[in-house]
């Protein structure tokens, strides 16, 4: 079985490897394709304040961090739906079609390469979008950080 995993955002690039790998991967009998959204540390609001927390501050920090993490599955949901719908038009199998949504992650580009492995992934997929006037020589990128460790297993880029 060919198990394939496409790392998934709402950006115009993410969709472009969607049509990419729907083409690519077209008709395959035996394919396992997994979308996988990561979303990326809590924002700073959530973080510790330098102070422990007592049991009703913990609980109701919770259901914050909960709400917040809810919403953001809602806004990435029609993306994967659509995802969806693209690969199935390209010929795709539904059934072979699985959606993941990693929340609890620190680096972004090494969580995508853990679940690949973990999946037994033989091949990522990720668009690019590019970073204009080669900010991302500084800054970096997840598809950058993908390419650098992502030893052992084939990553497409689609642009």
């Known amino acids: 079985m060919k198990k394939i995993l496409l ?3 709402d950006s115009p690039c993410a969709m472009k490897a969607v049509e990419y790998a ?3 991967f077209s008709g395959a009998a035996d394919l396992q394709l997994t979308l996988v959204h990561v979303l990326p540390n809590l924002p700073a609001i959530f973080w510790d304040e330098g102070h422990i927390l007592s049991d009703d ?3 109701e920090r919770r259901k914050v961090v909960d709400t917040w993490l809810l919403k953001q599955k809602q806004k990435i949901e ?3 739906q659509s995802a ?3 690969l ?19 680096d972004v580009a090494k969580s995508i390469l853990e679940e690949a492995r973990d999946g037994g992934c033989q ?5 690019r979008c590019g ?3 080669g900010k991302h020589l500084l800054l970096g990128s997840v598809t950058s950080k993908v390419i650098q460790l992502g030893t052992k297993i084939a990553v497409c880029i689609v642009e």
């Open 22 to 24: 729907g083409q690519q």
């Open 88 to 106: 199935v038009r390209h010929g795709i199998k539904a059934e072979g079609i699985a959606t993941k949504f990693i929340s609890d992650s620190t």
């Open 123 to 127: 091949t990522i997929v990720l668009g």
């Open 131 to 133: 970073i204009a006037g």
């Open 57 to 59: 501050e913990k609980k």
């Open 78 to 80: 029609p993306v994967m």
């Open 84 to 86: 969806v719908k693209v």
């Open 7 to 9: 790392a998934l955002d």
